[in-house]
Nanobody, 123 residues
Framework: QVQLVESGGGLVQPGGSLKLSCVGFGIVFRFNSMGWYRQAPGKQRELVAVITPGGTTTYGDSVKGRFTISRENAKNTVFLQMNSLKPEDTAVYYC?????????????????WGQGTQVTVST
């Protein structure tokens, strides 16, 4: 059974930083491209960053230059370092499988989703 566990969210002021972590159980991350998704209230889920098995990264325009995705295969963990946070980054963040072709990221998943971790950017 696949289980994804996200952590590291919280309340931060604009301009601040957070580092999210995602650990997987029942699935081996290193064979897959992994992505971070986010969903704000009343909005569709958005794929913001992808990292391939080889370590190539791709970002959405809304986070490019501010967010960094990385992975630690030995710990079956994916990270999202978020800097220069803005109020519009407020959302629940999830990790899951993803795909990328050239500069185009596309949704995928392992058949289930974790609980996500809430990120709130506010004064």
């Amino acid at each position: 059974q696949v289980q994804l566990v996200e952590s590291g969210g919280g309340l931060v002021q604009p301009g601040g930083s957070l580092k999210l972590s995602c650990v997987g159980f029942g699935i081996v991350f290193r064979f897959n491209s992994m992505g971070w998704y986010r969903q704000a209230p009343g909005k569709q889920r958005e794929l913001v960053a992808v990292i391939t098995p080889g370590g190539t990264t791709t970002y959405g325009d809304s986070v490019k230059g501010r967010f960094t995705i990385s992975r630690e295969n030995a710990k079956n963990t994916v990270f999202l370092q978020m800097n220069s946070l803005k109020p519009e980054d407020t959302a629940v963040y999830y990790c899951n499988k993803a795909r990328v072709t050239g500069a185009t990221m596309t949704y995928s998943d392992f058949g289930s989703w974790g609980q996500g971790t809430q990120v709130t950017v506010s004064t």
